[in-house]
């Protein structure tokens, strides 16, 4: 017993309760997929629900050991691997607009030859770009206020990359840019240069759509949600089933709206969790993301460095706030978006994406722990604030 502790305290670093929140959501995520897939199973696969139960066991699993690997690598290096992901996504992110797969009437994916599997560039560019402003504002602490040399190279980075996103993925856009903002916002950036980029940011996504491929589906999805006369289908059926969850469920594998719920696995598996296991399970959902969020921010509060902390905040932030989206358009409370919930809805690589996201916020509070237990008695907080 000894030696198995000792072995999990070797290879499973980092904060231990987000250890537990992650496994808990995998574990959930197996159950609650396998249930909502079934009529895609009949449509895709002549009725073989196991395929889609082993296809998305191994991309938890996969999605696992990446976060395990990620966890491993020293968060500093995450800054010289921000700025490669940077460089990379821009042309990505071109290529996908004008060549990549169109789904739903948009080019968000690329398909990787050698593998054959597709992908969101859009994923990487996000994690980019949150890295690169921790970087940037950690350099930058101490000229914090310096308009040229700090806040335009960041309004740069945070046009192009959301610019780009946005013409193919507006939701993903507007969410990442809240996410930046924060980001900013915890790194001390004066208010009247976030209001600087809220500005920029209204003009860049309105042109990107008018000129994207969404612009359309933009405006529609938010005339139903404004036009209380007539409710989307999407948004009945998910009514339907979290109305008949009642306060603990139908049961596991006991949903009956799945078979008419539009994409139960993915964009509103919250509505199915509800159905299967009621209110009890829908507020402990919440529960443990805004717990993963409180974790990563105590995550960044205890940092020795600036980068850290940011990185943290940014990463925590990013992940909790598009599952409260997921699950405000589950419940009516915000237009119908593409948005899958992390780490719970059925998906590829934004799996992956995911377990890297999750693996770098166990890798700060892993490195910060270990920066302490080196430091001197006389380590005060006054060296929490030096740069990365």
Not at 186 to 196: C, E, H, S, T
Request: aromatic share 10%; proline share 4%.
């Amino acid at each position: 017993m000894n030696q198995f502790k000792a072995w999990i305290d070797d290879n499973f670093k980092g904060d231990p309760i987000i250890w537990a929140i992650v496994i808990l959501l995998s574990l959930f995520s197996i159950l609650v997929v396998y249930s909502a897939t079934g009529s895609l199973a009949y449509k895709y696969a002549g009725g073989n629900t196991e395929l889609y139960l082993f296809r998305h066991s191994l991309l938890i699993f996969t999605s696992l050991v990446v976060m395990w690997f990620a966890h491993k690598i020293p968060y500093r290096k995450y800054a010289i691997y921000a700025k490669l992901g940077v460089i990379i996504s821009i042309p990505l992110l071109l290529v996908t607009y004008l060549f990549g797969s169109n789904i739903n009437e948009a080019n968000r994916w690329l398909t990787i030859p050698v593998i054959n599997q597709a992908f969101q560039p859009s994923d990487l560019a996000k994690l980019s770009l949150i890295a690169a402003i921790a970087v940037m504002l950690a350099k930058r602490q101490k000229n914090i206020k310096d308009f040229k040399n700090t806040f335009v190279p960041i309004i740069i980075a945070i046009g192009l990359i959301c610019g780009l996103i946005a013409l193919a993925n507006f939701s993903t856009a507007i969410l990442l840019l809240l996410t930046c903002l924060i980001i900013m916002f915890i790194g001390r950036v004066p208010v009247k240069y976030l209001a600087m980029v809220v500005m920029v940011g209204a003009l860049g996504l309105t042109a990107a759509g008018f000129l994207g491929q969404r612009g359309s589906t933009l405006v529609s999805r938010v005339e139903d949600f404004l036009n209380k006369d007539e409710i989307p289908f999407q948004a009945e059926q998910s009514f339907i089933a979290i109305a008949t969850g009642g306060i603990g469920g139908k049961g596991p594998g006991n949903s009956e709206q799945r078979n008419s719920l539009p994409h139960p696995y993915s964009d509103f598996i919250y509505a199915i969790i509800i159905e299967e296991y009621g209110l009890i399970g829908g507020f402990s959902v919440l529960f443990l993301y805004l717990a993963l969020l409180y974790r990563g921010m105590r995550i960044m509060a205890n940092s020795n460095k600036a980068f850290g902390g940011l990185l943290s905040a940014g990463l925590s932030f990013a992940l909790v706030i598009q599952a409260l989206v997921n699950m405000a358009v589950a419940v009516g409370l915000g237009p119908i978006t593409g948005l899958p919930l992390p780490l719970l809805s059925m998906g590829g690589t934004s799996l992956v994406f995911t377990g890297i996201s999750l693996g770098i916020i166990l890798s700060v509070s892993r490195g910060d722990h270990q920066d302490e237990s080196q430091a001197s008695p006389a380590f005060s907080n006054r060296t929490r604030l030096k740069t990365a």
